[in-house]
C-alpha cells in the first residue's frame, strides 16, 4: 500500500468513526457508543454551562457522562460534512441536530464543528464538540420557567 492509500484509508476511517458516533448518539446506544473510543479518550467541550464539564477521560466517564442523553434528547444529525486535513488520522466535521428536547417538547435544533483524533485503530482518542450551550438551555427550559442566567444544563448523571 503506498502511503498516499494508507492515508486514504486512515481518513476514511476516521471519518467513519465520527459517523458512527453521530448514528450511536442519535440511536441512543451509549453501550455501543462508548466502544468508538479509545480507553482514555477525552471529550472536551470549550463552551460548557456551568453544570457541564468541559474534560471528560476515560470510558466509564464517557458512559457516565452521556448515560442520560437518550432521555434528554431525540435527535437526528443531519448535513454532514468533513473538510480534509493534513493529517489523516484528524477529522474535522460541520453537521446540525434537529430533533426534540424530552423533558419540555420543546425543539432543539444546534449546528455543531467537531475536531477528532483517531488513533492507528480509528479509536476516537480526543473529540473536540463545539456546540452552542445556550441552545440546549433554551430548548431545556419549560415555558413558564423565567430566564435565568445561571439555568443550566445536563444530560449524564
Known sequence: MT???????RRAAAQHALAE???LTAAGRVEEWVELFAPDAVLEFPYAP???PQRVTGRD???AHMSNFPETFDVEFVDLVFHDTVDPSVVIAEFRSKGTALPTGKPYEQTCISVVRTDDDARITHYLDYWNPLVAIEALTPDDVPSDPDLSVTFGS
Open 3 to 9: 502511503a498516499k492509500e494508507d492515508d486514504a484509508a
Open 21 to 23: 458516533h453521530l448514528r
Open 50 to 52: 456551568a453544570g457541564v
Open 61 to 63: 466517564a464517557l458512559v
